[in-house]
């Protein structure tokens, strides 16, 4: 039994069938002193457990009812704070494209059901030693520099935002669409909200949801302490730091009361209609107030995992061997570069769109031959080998656009003549190889046009 390292670790098992979460429990608590384990029966109870109590590792089954554990892994990883949570699946199931699925979303181990716990113990050891002897780094960084933004620990300038609100779903919500833009704290009530605010320096900027909870239907302008968002807000900004902390309201509205203006720097609608909420939270968080800002936030945040998709599922008919995404790991060299492409425009807007499929001119002709040709020609829609792949992506944005009430055509054509007098943007990066060798980049640009060059 290991007992080399001091480190605590929380263990959470999401599994629907209590039999199998009691067996794993125990074996665990047995033979592994240092864990201490929660349990949840589905995803949705196991994505609160996870904002709650912040696990080190989650077991996690796949079939459940209300939420399944791929969707339960596909929801984490798009949140920021516990995107990195290690996962290892327990479960019966071998479907080539979920195990597949697993892979795009990381996970570090496989328990096929059903299992001995006994015959599996060398390789949960082996990750509880790798996770235990990691988090220990990390606590002797911490305890060097516990209040620095700079140590090794620590991103540099890590940019927070606090939310202050008891509903999970919302919780949620907000978390999905800030994305990578920065971290993401979430907490139900004042006490607690002033509490993180006193301990990370790296809190920037606080949402209050206009109701907090206080256990009764009291109105808010007539609860008292931490539980008044206005005495909250103004204990917040009174609390001694090099940058003071902005609050903004967060509310189903359109502005702030006169008597909220004294306390708040702003007001995000609270509302699950992303292209509102969206515009209000670039303004206010990120000053950007365009509609066009709204937009490229979501996109940059959202649409990985639907890329993905697409280059599994669209691939045409003739290529017959799975692909496997890279995750920003290819190696691909670019001596002899081409590229596939597709352009979404916004009609009246400055949104432009293009995305190409990337790679070695020769691998391109090698998948021509494949297909019956007698030669590759990549000047003409018809022409193009991942054809259907570019078009399925292309809706996929054309769909976006058209919930911010944009209209946009897509087009064919290549325009490398136009695009060298862009200012172009890469959002996406997703390399993926062929099991035959042949390896490309699918790549998603925004384009900034100046206006001669857009007219032409």
Not at 29 to 44: D, R
Not at 396 to 413: M, R, S, T
Not at 422 to 446: Q, T, Y
Request: proline share 3%.
């Amino acid at each position: 039994m290991d007992t080399t390292l001091p480190s605590t670790l929380k263990v959470l098992i999401v599994d629907d069938e209590r039999v199998s979460r009691t067996v794993l429990s125990r074996f665990i608590t047995k033979k592994f002193p240092f864990c201490s384990v929660i349990e949840a029966e589905n995803g949705l109870d196991g994505l609160q457990l996870i904002n709650k109590e912040s696990p080190d590792i989650v077991f996690l089954d796949l079939r459940m009812p209300i939420m399944n554990g791929v969707e339960m892994l596909e929801v984490m990883r798009k949140i920021p704070n516990r995107m990195m949570t290690p996962v290892a699946i327990t479960s019966a199931v071998q479907e080539k494209s979920i195990v597949l699925r697993l892979n795009q979303l990381g996970v570090i181990e496989y328990l096929l059901k059903p299992f001995d716990v006994t015959s599996v113990y060398p390789r949960i050891s082996k990750v509880f030693k790798s996770l235990r002897e990691n988090k220990e780094n990390k606590d002797a960084l911490e305890a060097v520099a516990p209040d620095s933004g700079t140590s090794q620990g620590q991103k540099a300038n890590t940019h927070k935002i606090l939310l202050v609100d008891d509903d999970l779903s919302f919780q949620m919500f907000f978390t999905s669409m800030i994305g990578n833009r920065c971290e993401v704290i979430c907490c139900d009530n004042g006490e607690e909200a002033y509490k993180k605010v006193l301990q990370d320096r790296m809190i920037t900027d606080v949402c209050i949801s206009e109701n907090l909870p206080d256990g009764n239907t009291t109105a808010q302008n007539q609860k008292v302490g931490l539980q008044n968002v206005n005495f909250l807000a103004k204990k917040l900004v009174e609390i001694e730091r090099s940058t003071k902390v902005r609050v903004l309201l967060c509310a189903d509205r359109e502005s702030l009361f006169i008597e909220e203006k004294k306390y708040f720097k702003g007001l995000i609608k609270r509302t699950y209609v992303q292209k509102q909420f969206l515009e209000s939270l670039l303004k206010k968080v990120f000053d950007d107030d365009s509609r066009e800002g709204a937009f490229r936030h979501a996109v940059a945040n959202r649409f990985n995992d639907k890329i993905q998709s697409a280059l599994i599922s669209e691939l045409p008919s003739f290529i017959k061997e799975n692909i496997a995404i890279l995750d920003g790991k290819g190696g691909r060299k670019v001596e002899n570069e081409h590229a596939e492409e597709i352009s979404i425009k916004v009609i009246a807007g400055k949104i432009d769109i293009s995305v190409t499929i990337e790679g070695d001119f020769e691998d391109f002709e090698k998948l021509s031959v494949l297909r019956g040709d007698t030669g590759y020609s990549h000047n003409y829609r018809q022409h193009q080998i991942f054809q259907s792949v570019l078009s399925a992506i292309a809706t996929i944005f054309v769909d976006l656009l058209k919930q911010f009430d944009y209209k946009a055509e897509v087009d064919y054509i290549p325009r490398k003549r136009d695009l060298q007098h862009a200012r172009r943007v890469l959002i996406f990066n997703v390399p993926f190889l062929l099991a035959s060798g042949e390896e490309f980049d699918c790549c998603v640009w925004f384009n900034d046009f100046d206006e001669s060059t857009r007219e032409k």
